[in-house]
Nanobody, 124 residues
């Protein structure tokens, strides 16, 4: 059974940092594009970042460019999101995603696999 399990969320003050992890299990994800989305209360889920299966292609939402860094460890089947200079508007549930079909997690129907989410709260 394929599973994506996020960890690392929590409460942090504005300007602080958090590192999210997403452990994938059930099969190898070395050929998947993996990424992160987030959803704040009352908002739609939005794309945050994705990383190609070789780790060589990185895509970020404009709102997090220069502050967040996505990385991937294929040997551990794990993807990370390092979040620096956090702002209150970064408060959301963060979801890990993976897809092995068309080279992106930003598909019209959504990624093939989702994690259950981890809460990130940034206080002002």
């Amino acid at each position: 059974q394929v599973q994506l399990v996020e960890s690392g969320g929590g409460l942090v003050q504005a300007g602080g940092s958090l590192r999210l992890s997403c452990a994938a299990s059930g099969r190898s994800f070395s050929r998947d594009v993996m990424g992160w989305f987030r959803q704040a209360p009352g908002n739609e889920r939005e794309f945050v970042a994705e990383i190609g299966w070789t780790g060589g292609r990185l895509v970020y939402a404009d709102s997090v460019k220069g502050r967040f860094t996505i990385s991937k460890d294929n040997a551990k089947n794990t993807v990370y999101l390092q979040m620096n200079s956090l702002k209150p508007e970064d408060t959301a549930v963060y979801y890990c995603a993976a897809d092995d079909r068309i080279g992106t997690v930003r598909t019209s129907a959504g990624p093939r696999y989702w994690g259950q989410g981890t809460q990130v709260t940034v206080s002002s």
